[in-house]
């Protein structure tokens, strides 16, 4: 048990000792969460649009006044009308527009109907714009005085969450990853480079007490890194109020994604000796843990085999317990499944290093 | 009356150094080493290597670069694994009994070991839980450990601040801070000025006083370091021990006691080089061909004889040494080259 604590000692020194990188460690995940949660924010603003009307009657004016609309109300569009649809469709193709909506001659509910031409080399912004021009133009074509149809019921589950806040847990892992990769990977590599492991490998203390002790040294700077980066976050985002149960589940979360996330670190290095080992495997370590984890997009979304890598990914399961726990509400009772297979991830993973592990220079 | 008064003292005196001496001996061997060999491939590097070293011995393990002490040493802490042979370090099998053996060693590498990040005192302290100190006892045993080495007043200080000696002193401060019965130093001294080699020197001799059974093992390819220290002494090279004993008992050993080293204006003539070898001047080496050293008899003024003949024959004699010979002389004549050359 001493010498646990001795490991976790000279991490925790070692890591406080230079500001720098436990600076990174929590500012890289942040300022991750802001550039990316703020770039996919999923809120399309100002897509320039081209409308051609060659109707000039009554029901392309109502679809102009809608566009306009549009345009001064939720902002997702800046319209341009433009009297020629060849010349409309020139500058679709120089890029001027990502769409060309055209109010044909005669424009009538009975047709001719409008015609969309958009460009789908983003598909996010063709769909968008798609289906607010088809929205506008069923409102015309379905005119006063017609029976109107009963609207289908809508409704959300959950307060209104923009991008940024759904991002916040990924960004939590995001720092325990950084945070066990800085204290546990890098550490044990630095140590066999530059020597220090052999003030440690000559002691007494056991193999298992010097493999868990370098994955409770890694977890433990990394649930730092995490936890501070988790109250960041609830500060800085409008996520629905968290619950001080909720924030103590979540920060066991933490501890427990950091532990499983340490060992996967310690067991890819436990015969590494140079730092070249992590620099050439930070990006594929990256790609197979963060990715796959539901971090940006829903995991439903991916392939069988991605599927299959997220389903023994620690991230995932730490990640949707911390979703759960932060942005659902969700009793930690949900969270004990999750908390049970980052346990038993990370007791395979230490047993495994043990058997891997080479007391010998 | 005066001898009367002596002889009591004397018998108390030397009878106990004699007795110390005897129970020493009578001791079960803190190291004992048999045969023991490590193979890389074809490459040998320890080859069949045997040697005890007592309870309260310095025993230096004397050879080049390239010897195999470094190998044999990390053998010994269980960093490596012998290829054959074997080895008990207080009786415990250095491969069936690694964990009693660990305990029972305290080692300080030829790398720096110690955590640039961390200060003299917590290096010392997370050093000292891996042997399971703590509390009181732990920073009781710091404080003498640092008081021991000198470096008491700097135990806020961050390693990285200390000077190459200092660090190395930490280091063996570190080594021993947990009292093990075998000490091992690898280079102990590398890298040091001569203050410094000193300084480290005089703090092994007061830390073996202060334990009177403490066996320390050190590796070096400085003969001085060696002849200063070392109670005994085994010669290393190519793996192989070529000798072994206390370096006065080595030096006797050899047939040639006595070194001459003569530098003249000019280069010595092969036919006065074996004029000075008729008169007894042997392993001869040519520095340079008007500088060259040789060894003879001691006692029997061959360095000044030869010195004379060539002022005879009309050489001027620039610098003339006569010097007993050191352990790299010993290591020479088994090797037939210097050490420095290896």
């Not at chain 1, 969450?161 to 044990?188: N, R, T």
């Amino acid at each position: 048990m001493l010498g646990i604590l001795a490991i976790c000692q000279r991490a925790y020194l070692t890591l406080w000792r230079q500001p720098v990188l436990i600076i990174s460690t929590m500012l890289f995940p942040l300022v991750y969460m802001l550039i990316l949660g703020n770039a996919l924010n999923r809120q399309l603003r100002h897509i320039p649009v081209a409308v051609v009307d060659e109707a000039d009657n009554a029901f392309s004016a109502a679809c102009r006044t809608r566009v306009m609309a549009l345009e001064s109300g939720r902002g997702l569009v800046t319209v341009v009308f433009v009297a020629d649809r060849e010349s409309a469709l020139q500058d679709l193709r120089r890029g001027l527009y990502r769409g060309v909506w055209i109010l044909p001659f005669r424009l009538a509910p009975r047709g001719p109907a409008p015609a969309f031409i958009g460009d789908n080399t983003e598909r996010f912004s063709y769909e968008t714009l798609e289906s607010a021009l088809s929205q506008i133009w069923q409102e015309v074509s379905r005119g006063r005085g017609q029976e109107s149809v009963a609207t289908a019921v809508q409704l959300e589950a959950y307060p209104y969450l923009d991008y940024l806040s759904y991002l916040g847990p990924a960004v939590v892992c995001l720092s325990i990853f950084m945070g066990s990769m800085v204290s546990g990977g890098l550490q044990v590599i630095e140590d066999r480079m530059y020597g220090y492991h052999e003030g440690y490998l000559v002691t007494p203390i056991s193999t298992g007490t010097l493999v868990a002790g370098h994955i409770l040294a890694g977890s433990v700077v990394a649930s730092l890194a995490g936890v501070l980066v988790l109250f960041a976050i609830l500060l800085l985002t409008p996520g629905p109020a968290a619950s001080p149960w909720s924030i103590a589940a979540a920060t066991a979360t933490v501890f427990l994604t950091a532990l499983a996330i340490s060992s996967v670190w310690f067991l890819l290095f436990a015969r590494a000796r140079h730092a070249s080992v992590l620099r050439g495997m930070f990006g594929i370590i990256n790609a197979l843990l963060f990715f796959p984890s539901g971090a940006l997009y829903p995991i439903e979304s991916y392939p069988r085999w991605l599927r299959a890598i997220s389903d023994v990914d620690p991230l995932t399961y730490g990640l949707e317990a911390l979703r759960d726990l932060l942005l659902r509400g969700a009793p930690a009772q949900t969270a004990y499944p999750r908390w049970v297979f980052l346990a038993s991830f990370t007791l395979v993973c230490g047993v495994l290093t043990k058997v891997l592990f080479r007391r010998e220079i | 009356m005066e001898r009367g008064f002596l002889e009591p003292m004397n018998d108390l005196l030397y009878g106990s150094m004699n007795r110390w001496i005897d129970e020493s001996q009578d001791l079960p061997p803190s190291l004992e080493v048999d045969q023991l060999t490590k193979r890389f491939g074809d490459f040998v590097a320890d080859d069949s290597v045997s040697f005890s070293v007592r309870p309260g011995e310095i025993y230096g393990l004397l050879g080049p670069n390239g010897a195999g002490k470094t190998t044999l040493i990390r053998m010994l802490t269980t960093l490596l694994p012998p290829t054959s042979g074997a080895a008990r370090i207080r009786g415990h099998d250095i491969v069936r009994e690694k964990g009693a053996v660990r305990s029972a060693i305290g080692t300080v590498s030829q790398a720096v070991t110690t955590d640039e990040n961390l200060t003299v005192e917590e290096n010392l302290s997370v050093q000292g839980k891996m042997y399971g100190l703590w509390g009181r006892q732990l920073s009781e045993r710091i404080a003498q450990r640092l008081k021991q080495v000198d470096l008491l007043d700097r135990r806020k200080q961050l390693a990285r601040h200390l000077s190459g000696g200092m660090r190395r002193r930490l280091e063996i401060a570190r080594g021993v801070l947990h009292s093990p019965r075998v000490l091992f130093l690898d280079e102990p001294t590398t890298g040091l000025d001569p203050q410094s080699r000193r300084g480290v020197w005089d703090m092994l001799e007061e830390l073996q006083d202060a334990d009177a059974e403490l066996s320390i093992i050190l590796t070096t390819h400085a003969m001085d370091e060696a002849d200063f220290l070392c109670d005994r002494v085994a010669i290393l090279d190519r793996g192989r021990i070529l000798c072994e004993g206390a370096p006065e008992a080595l030096k006797r050993g050899l047939a040639t006691g006595e070194r001459a080293e003569i530098e003249t204006d000019r280069p010595i003539h092969e036919t006065e080089r074996e004029a000075i070898e008729a008169i007894g001047a042997v392993n001869w080496r040519i520095m340079t061909p008007a500088l060259v050293e040789f060894q003879s008899r001691p006692g029997e003024g061959i360095g000044r004889r030869a010195a004379q003949r060539l002022e005879e024959k009309g050489y001027r004699v620039l610098h003339l040494t006569i010097a007993p010979v050191t352990l790299e002389d010993v290591f020479f004549s088994y090797t037939g080259r210097a050490l420095r050359e290896s």
